[in-house]
């Protein structure tokens, strides 16, 4: 498995903006999608980004769309959230998560097909 060390969250105000990143040890990533999840308390972790590391596709879950941007640096094994405009309802334990083969876009926002995560960050958005 892959080892993911996220960074980045932190306490910020509504309408500001957060950049999380998520460091991925010593493989190949080629064939990996590289995921970000939330969970809030009390809540289940649920999908907010992917990315499909060797061709930069992207996709986003409703909530965050034209907000979240989510993106890799190759040469350092990276992979970042920017978030902008933040909402308290934003607030969560943001996780990065990483599956090593190629998967279906129709599966891709599911929690179960990610075999390694990152220990978590905490995003708090004040109102």
């Known amino acids: 498995q892959v080892q993911l060390v996220e960074s980045g969250g932190g306490l910020v105000q509504a309408g500001g903006s957060l950049r999380l990143s998520c460091a991925a040890s010593g493989r190949t990533f080629s064939n990996y999608v590289m995921g970000w999840f939330r969970q809030a308390p009390g809540k289940e972790r649920v999908f907010v980004a992917a990315?499909?590391?060797?061709?930069?596709?992207?996709y986003y879950a409703d909530s965050v769309k034209g907000r979240f941007t989510i993106s890799r640096d190759n040469a350092k094994n990276t992979v970042f959230l920017q978030m902008n405009s933040l909402k308290p309802e934003d607030t969560a334990v943001y996780y990065c998560?990483?599956?090593?083969?190629?998967?279906?876009?129709?599966?891709?926002?599911?929690?179960?097909?990610?075999?390694?995560w990152g220990q978590g960050t905490q995003v708090t958005v004040s109102s």
């Open positions: 990315i499909r590391w060797s061709y930069g596709i992207t």
């Open positions: 998560a990483a599956r090593a083969t190629p998967i279906d876009t129709m599966i891709l926002s599911s929690p179960a097909i990610f075999g390694s």
